[in-house]
């Protein structure tokens, strides 16, 4: 059996994981998109990581999707709009049986990846890590976070988990994955928007209580519509408890606006107001926040889905 991690999309989180493993004796494989990348990486000398202050280059080996080394482990790194098209890219190379591990944030991709690649095992991840581009190739470590890693109706824990201890990578195996990914996208529904269209930072929705209170109770209500109700519990208690811990950054969502980027909407906000409208619930809050959010990035030249 062959063991390498094969890692695909070399960006903040592909490449925080990838050195880290890389580092650690770990077998690592990344694969870039073409032979652009491929000669970009070479210039840039290999992936950098920047950790509280300190900065290491680490070459990691890369590759195209079109080699020839069968993938029995692949992490898929890149953002859920992207990870489908990535993944077809290399799935003539993926073993029956082969463990595919989904780090895409929100909801919808994991499915339709799972979906698409039955031969597979789809692990979901869902990461509280904070990791950004500093430049092509060049990761800053910015926060401290957790990895759940979970597989829906399965409890066996691959025994790779080793290798993220190895790797000092902080992971946890979960049962209920579905739970910590319907929580996450909840907070995100509720902070992410409010922040692009106040163009301020997280702990600046201090002064909208009553708009916070009605989206939270609604998106309380999509979860237990499907049967999320652990997830459900206490959300508005976390959303305003993140608001002040974090209260001096900008969210994923306003800094991928502010950068001219394209947001994950549809697999957050989209996702919650599609699941709504499966279940006939009356959502007006998230609607309306959908709705604004829909022409604040029309009006931008940016996807609105
Ligand atoms: P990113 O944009 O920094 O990296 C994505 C990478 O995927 C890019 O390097 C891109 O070139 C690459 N890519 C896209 N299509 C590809 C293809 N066909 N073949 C090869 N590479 C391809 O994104 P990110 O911030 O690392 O986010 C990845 C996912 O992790 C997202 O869903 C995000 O929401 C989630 N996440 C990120 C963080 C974080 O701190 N960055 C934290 C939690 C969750
Ligand atoms: O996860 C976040 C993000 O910025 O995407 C926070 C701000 C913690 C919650 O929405």
């Not at 050195?19 to 970009?40: C, E």
């Not at 499915?111 to 800053?140: H, K, L, M, N």
């Not at 201090?206 to 209170?213: G, K």
């Amino acid at each position: 059996m062959n063991d390498t991690w094969h890692v695909l999309g070399a960006g903040s989180l592909g490449g925080l994981w990838a050195t880290r493993l890389f580092r650690a004796g770990v077998p690592v494989q990344i694969i870039l998109r073409n032979p652009q990348r491929l000669a970009d990486y070479r210039a840039a000398g290999g992936l950098s990581l920047t950790e509280a202050g300190v900065t290491a280059v680490y070459p990691v080996p890369v590759e195209l999707p079109d080699a020839a080394t069968p993938i029995n482990r692949l992490l898929v790194a890149c953002k859920a709009y992207d990870a489908q098209d990535a993944i077809a890219e290399v799935a003539p190379r993926l073993v029956k049986g082969s463990h595919i591990l989904l780090l895409q944030n929100g909801l919808g991709s994991q499915q339709a990846i799972a979906a698409r690649w039955p031969g597979s095992r789809c692990i979901f991840v869902s990461s509280t890590e904070g990791a950004y581009r500093q430049a092509d190739f060049r990761i800053v470590h910015a926060g401290q976070g957790q990895n759940w890693l979970g597989e829906p109706g399965h409890r066996n824990q691959p025994s790779w988990l080793a290798d993220l201890v190895t790797a000092g990578i902080p992971h946890g195996w979960t049962e209920d994955i579905m739970g910590k990914l319907w929580r996450k996208l909840a907070i995100n529904c509720a902070i992410n928007p409010l922040t692009v269209l106040n163009d301020c930072r997280n702990g600046d929705l201090r002064a909208f209580p009553e708009q916070l209170h009605r989206l939270c109770n609604e998106l309380a209500e999509v979860l237990k519509a499907t049967n999320q109700r652990d997830a459900a519990r206490g959300l508005e208690d976390e959303v305003l408890s993140i608001i002040e811990a974090t209260a001096n950054n900008y969210s994923s969502m306003h800094q991928d606006v502010r950068n001219g980027r394209r947001t994950e909407v549809s697999f957050l906000l989209g996702q919650a107001c599609r699941t709504a409208e499966q279940h006939d619930l009356h959502v007006p809050a998230l609607f309306s926040l959908q709705q604004q959010l829909q022409a604040f990035l029309h009006a931008r030249r940016l996807p609105a889905d």
